[in-house]
């Protein structure tokens, strides 16, 4: 027995421990798929979220324009003459009406206009030079409108060897002579703008594109008072005869998602409305209308195309509306339509 325990105190034994843990490999993999699993959960919970806003934001849009087309039938039912004596209907467009009624209760007639978009005014700036004698330099202004154009003005401004009443600067727009600048009051190479004149060209700006020449008078070129020179001079440009500076300013209507209501009340007496106190309201914000807002129909239903016509003869009147919160996604455009008969209208 003693034998048997040394051979066993003296025998070396050999365990084996299960191995626990997960190679290099198998840990980034491991990681990847979570990742790959976490980046789903998320993506979908995003898209889930972004959905369910756009549909809730297109509801409320859904909403405003209801009421905002309820508004108008109202208003527009009850067209009546202006408290100036003004006939009902003032303008008949496919995206703007301007009409009188009573919209407040109080008795007198305001004068209402629903259109789709704003007034907006920019002002453009451009300059150029002659570097020689007896010279010319031209501007052209271009990709200026993006809607319907209210008015347009220029106003011109030079300076240069110009103190002289045979030393002035002839405009030239689009071809046309536009008269003299300079001809008297202006001094010669003052280093500031003189001789300002602004001139009306809401038909030459009609096509989107303005062309301008200026050219420097030199009746007697052998004569320094009677040539416009270039004896003024620019650090940084050198020597010139003449600068001309345009600014051409831009009111246009511009075209925008929102439709606008606008109330004037009538003021003094005999009444008038002025428009610098026409208050403007978003009846809503999400309108896409390609196709007309307004249609105009005669007593016995015939859509009137014809612009005249559509202030005498208009008895019912078509409102159309396109809403969508965003045109890039989905769901469908919804659609408002209304017809509304102008009741003072229906006899005449």
């Known amino acids: 027995m003693k034998n048997q325990k040394s051979k066993i105190k003296n025998q070396k034994f050999s365990v084996k421990l299960p191995t626990a843990g997960f190679t290099l490999i198998e840990t980034l993999i491991s990681i990847f798929v979570f990742l790959l699993l976490f980046g789903g959960v998320i993506s979908m919970i995003l898209n889930f979220y972004q959905t369910h806003t756009f549909q809730w934001q297109q509801s409320l849009a859904i909403a405003q324009a209801k009421r905002g087309v309820e508004l108008m039938v109202k208003e527009i039912r009850e067209a009546r003459e202006g408290e100036n004596g003004t006939y009902p209907i003032e303008k008949a467009g496919d995206k703007e009406f301007i009409f009188y009624s009573d919209v407040d209760g109080d008795g007198k007639t305001e004068r209402v206009?629903?259109?789709?978009?704003?007034?907006?005014?920019?002002?453009?700036?451009?300059?150029?030079?002659?570097?020689?004698?007896?010279?010319?330099?031209?501007?052209?202004?271009?990709?200026?409108?993006?809607?319907?154009?209210?008015?347009?003005?220029?106003?011109?401004?030079?300076?240069?060897?110009l103190?002289?009443?045979?030393?002035?600067?002839?405009?030239?727009?689009?071809?046309?002579?536009?008269?003299?600048?300079?001809?008297?009051?202006?001094?010669?190479?003052?280093g500031n703008w003189e001789g300002v004149t602004t001139t009306n060209?809401?038909?030459?700006?009609?096509?989107?594109?303005?062309?301008?020449?200026?050219?420097?008078?030199?009746?007697?070129p052998s004569s320094e008072s009677k040539c416009v020179n270039k004896i003024c001079k620019e650090e940084t440009q050198g020597e010139f005869s003449f600068k001309a500076k345009f600014e051409l300013t831009i009111t246009q209507e511009v075209q925008t998602p929102q439709l606008k209501r606008g109330i004037i009340k009538p003021v003094g007496s005999p009444a008038t409305y002025p428009p610098e106190q026409e208050k403007i309201t978003v009846i809503t914000s999400y309108v896409r209308n390609?196709?007309?807002?307004?249609?105009?129909?005669?007593?016995?239903?015939?859509?009137?195309?014809?612009?005249?016509?559509?202030?005498?003869?208009?008895?019912?009147?078509?409102?159309?509306?396109?809403?969508?919160?965003?045109?890039?996604?989905?769901?469908?455009?919804?659609?408002?339509?209304?017809?509304?008969?102008?009741?003072?209208?229906?006899?005449?």
Do not use: H, W
């Not at 990709?143 to 209210?150: A, E, H, P, R, Y």
């Not at 103190?163 to 003052?190: A, H, K, L, R, W």
């Not at 969508?324 to 996604?329: A, L, Q, T």
């Open 163 to 190: 103190n002289s009443s045979q030393e002035y600067v002839t405009i030239y727009i689009d071809g046309q002579n536009f008269g003299n600048v300079c001809e008297t009051g202006c001094n010669q190479c003052p």
């Open 113 to 161: 206009r629903y259109f789709l978009g704003e007034i907006q005014t920019e002002t453009f700036v451009k300059e150029c030079r002659s570097p020689v004698n007896d010279g010319s330099c031209l501007v052209s202004f271009s990709d200026f409108l993006k809607g319907n154009l209210v008015s347009a003005q220029l106003k011109i401004s030079v300076q240069g060897d």
């Open 290 to 348: 390609a196709p007309p807002i307004f249609e105009y129909y005669d007593e016995n239903g015939n859509k009137i195309e014809d612009y005249p016509a559509r202030l005498k003869d208009t008895k019912i009147m078509k409102v159309f509306l396109v809403v969508n919160v965003d045109p890039n996604k989905p769901p469908v455009e919804y659609q408002l339509q209304s017809f509304v008969q102008l009741r003072n209208l229906k006899g005449e």
């Open 201 to 220: 060209i809401f038909s030459l700006v009609q096509d989107g594109v303005l062309n301008i020449e200026a050219k420097g008078s030199c009746p007697n």
